[in-house]
T-cell receptor, first 116, second 115 residues
Framework: GNSVTQMEGPVTLSEEAFLTINCTYT??????LFWYVQYPGEGLQLLLK?????DKGSNKGFEATYRKETTSFHLEKGSVQVSDSAVYFC???????????????FGKGTKLSVIP | GAVVSQHPSRVICKSGTSVKIECRSL??????MFWYRQFPKKSLMLMAT?????????EQGVEKDKFLINHASLTLSTLTVTSAHPEDSSFYIC???????????FGEGSWLTVV
């Protein structure tokens, strides 16, 4: 089956610190990989994605590279801000036909708190 | 702004009662919506795929008679937890597929506490 393992939180960093949240996966087939973010009181939002090996997804200063050889998709940001405080979810989907392509398998989520 | 809205965001109900959670797509029609739940320190788990005008497809281990899903219109899916028990206390979140680009949007989530 499919599964996603991500770094347990919570993670507390000072502003401008470097962030890494580890994510590894197992999947049947060739998955697409995602990072979602949930800010307090809001729904999950897509942060970035990658659909094939060696692709790098990036958005808002965050990056993650699809590493097929290590089955990983670690999230990084060079300099975090207080506004990045949120819960981050790593996820995958396997491209079946129809609506099944949109079924996501999530990690447990990592809560990030950035302090001034 | 939000394109998928869930209501209520938090609900407390007594054991044995039923509670309904709504998921609405605000500016698009969604023939397919998904319901997930998350127990503390666990992953978000897909419960069911909700299809407009037809029966929902439930994941293995999810009781369809306990978690009733109704997708009666193209903008609304409801999840009703029937005869709720404390172990049903969880975070429930829905998502919907927006047609162009097939982007998935999530609701804000609903915290259910059964006492």
């Amino acid at each position: 089956g499919n599964s996603v393992t991500q770094m347990e939180g919570p993670v507390t960093l000072s502003e401008e610190a470097f962030l890494t949240i580890n994510c590894t996966y197992t999947a049947t087939g060739y998955p697409s990989l995602f990072w979602y973010v949930q800010y307090p009181g809001e729904g999950l939002q897509l942060l970035l994605k990658a659909t094939k090996a060696d692709d790098k997804g990036s958005n808002k200063g965050f990056e993650a590279t699809y590493r097929k050889e290590t089955t990983s998709f670690h999230l990084e940001k060079g300099s975090v801000q207080v506004s990045d405080s949120a819960v981050y979810f790593c996820a995958l989907s396997v491209p079946y036909s129809g609506a099944g392509s949109y079924q996501l398998t999530f990690g447990k989520g990592t809560k990030l708190s950035v302090i001034p | 702004g939000a394109v998928v809205s869930q209501h209520p965001s938090r609900v407390i109900c007594k054991s044995g009662t039923s509670v309904k959670i709504e998921c609405r797509s605000l500016d698009f029609q969604a023939t397919t919506m998904f319901w997930y739940r998350q127990f503390p320190k666990k992953s978000l788990m897909l419960m069911a795929t909700s299809n407009e005008g037809s029966k929902a497809t439930y994941e293995q281990g999810v009781e369809k008679d306990k978690f009733l899903i109704n997708h009666a219109s193209l903008t609304l899916s409801t999840l009703t937890v029937t005869s709720a028990h404390p172990e049903d206390s969880s975070f429930y979140i829905c998502s919907a597929i927006k047609g162009i680009g097939n982007t998935i949007y999530f609701g804000e989530g609903s915290w259910l506490t059964v006492v």
